[in-house]
C-alpha cells in the first residue's frame, strides 16, 4: 500500500493512542498524571506512580501493545487509563459500542483481581478504576461527556465504592469550549487539552488554558518536546502505517464478502434488481459477475 499520504504534524495530538502513553508515562509528567487523575477521581492526590513505563520498540510488539497506563496513589488506589482514539474493530453506534464497554469492564475486573489476595481480607483490598477516553461518540443519548459507573442496585443503593469505570467522550466538548476559561472544571481542561492539544486552529483557546492551569502549560511543553523527537515521530507514523493496513484490509474483507453473497443469490437464480437492492452493488458490477459465471 502507499504510505505517501501520511502527514505527520508538526505538533504530535495528545488524542492518539501512542502519543498519550508516551505523554503521561514520561519521566516529567508526573504532576501532570496527579492533576489528571485527582480531576476525574474527585478526590485529593497526594502522588501518582506508574506501573506500566514500557513503550512499542518495534512495529511486531506495536501490533500487541495496550497503549494504557497503569499506576498507584495515595494509600495504594489502583488507576488504569486508557486511550481509544478509534472504534475498535467490529465496534460501532449499532452494536450500542458493546466491544469498548466489556473492554473496560473486563481490564477494570483484571486490575482488581490482579492484587495479591494472600494474608489480605477481601474488604482490605486497594480500590481499583479504570477509564477509557474516547475520540468518538459511546454514549449518544447523553449530553455530558463524562459518565460514571459502579456497583450499584437498581434503587441506586451503592453496593461498594471498590471499584469504578470512567468515560470521557472527547466529542462533546463544545458547550465546554463556549465557556469562559475561569469557569471550567478539571475534567473540562483535560478533556479539552486532549482534544485541541494540537489543533492549530485552536491556539487562543489552548493560550487561555495554559496561562490559567499551570498543569496544561506543563503537559504543552512536554507535548512540544516529544513531537520533536525523531524517534516519536517514527513510532507515529508506523502505527498510522498499521492503521492504514488495518482498514484496508477490513474493507478488502467486507467486499470480498459482498461479492460472495451476490454469487451465491445468482446460483439461487435471484433477479439482478434484487442482488443490488440486497448488497448495494453497481448494475455493472452485478452484470459483471453474471458474465464470469
Known sequence: MPYDDII??????????GVFKTLMTH???EPILRDVVESYLRFPVVKVEVKNVELPVSDINEKRERFDVNCTINDGTQFEIEMQSDTISGDSAGTNHKIVKSRAIYHLCDLHSGQSGRNVRYDKLMRSFQMTFCGYTVFPERKDFVR????????GVELSDSVGIIFVELTKLAEAMKKPIETLTGEEFWALFLAIGSDPTQKELLDKMIAARREIGMAVELLQTISRDENER??????RKFQMDMEHSLIVAQDEAVMRVAKNMLADGEPIEKIIRYTNLTRTEVEGLCAVN
Do not use: G, Q, T, Y
Open 8 to 17: 505527520i504534524p508538526e505538533l504530535l495530538p495528545p488524542s492518539e493512542d
Open 27 to 29: 519521566p516529567d509528567a
Open 148 to 155: 460514571r459507573f459502579s456497583l450499584r442496585d437498581e434503587n
Open 234 to 239: 517514527a513510532r507515529f507514523r508506523a502505527r
